[in-house]
């Protein structure tokens, strides 16, 4: 079981919809990411907050825009998105260290129509 | 760039025989984790390598860092039905996370 909570577990949406994912953990962790994930292949990072601050952005499309309000939550605010962005969507917190062993959430499948 | 190969992309096996993945680096890694991930979930952390030459075991799972700290291996022996997932390793190299293309371990009926 995963301490890393996400919501929705299924999303579908279409291109012009609007729509938000959303992450919470209380391990008390100050880093927290954004993954997605598609069939057959590894996690691939999209934004990492350290210390509720947007550090890296993986050259997002803006069509994707995340927000930490605190240190517990996470966001991933989606909007015109296309077909191509189907995927699971992985949040996932760990202490800002470079050793910290990273714990994800059970995901939200995305499927853009 | 920096790059983490991981082979063999599946491995089928019967019920009762070993399995090993195994992952290079093409820089020295500081640390390298190794996940799990069931068909249908999400990554789950197994176990975390940091030392040279380090071997750990956790029952039938035995993780090795090459001395070299540029290379891992994961080895289960005796599978059983629920051990079938992707098997990832993930490195740390400049801060940076680095993911393996995954192993699929497959049981064959």
């Known amino acids: 079981d995963t301490e890393v909570t996400q919501t929705p577990k299924h999303l579908v949406m279409g291109m012009t919809n609007k729509k938000s994912l959303k992450c919470e953990q209380h391990?008390?962790?100050?880093?927290m990411y954004w993954y997605k994930q598609k069939a057959k292949k590894p996690p691939e990072l999209m934004f990492v907050?350290?210390?509720?601050?947007?550090?890296i952005n993986e050259s997002v499309p803006s069509r994707f825009s995340p927000e930490c309000p605190n240190s517990s939550l996470l966001n991933l605010h989606l909007h015109a998105l296309q077909p191509e962005d189907s995927a699971l969507y992985l949040c996932?917190?760990?202490?800002?260290?470079?050793?910290?062993?990273?714990?994800f959430g059970e995901g939200s499948w995305l499927t853009v129509v | 760039g920096q790059q983490v190969m991981q082979i063999p992309q599946y491995q089928h096996v019967q019920e009762g025989e070993d399995f090993t993945t195994y992952c290079n680096s093409s820089?020295?890694?500081?640390?390298i984790q190794w996940y799990k991930q069931r068909p249908g979930g999400h990554p789950v952390f197994l176990i975390q390598l940091v030392k040279s030459g380090e071997v750990k075991k956790q029952k039938r799972l035995t993780f090795q860092f090459g001395e070299a700290k540029k290379n891992s291996s994961l080895h289960i022996t005796a599978t059983q039905t629920t051990d079938v997932g992707t098997y990832f390793c993930a490195g740390t190299s400049n801060y940076q996370l680095i993911w393996g293309a995954g192993t699929k371990l497959i049981i064959k009926p």
């Open positions: 996932a917190s760990s202490q800002p260290r470079v050793r910290s062993t990273i714990y």
């Open positions: 907050y350290s210390y509720e601050k947007l550090s």
């Open positions: 820089t020295t890694l500081s640390n």
């Open positions: 391990m008390g962790h100050r880093a």
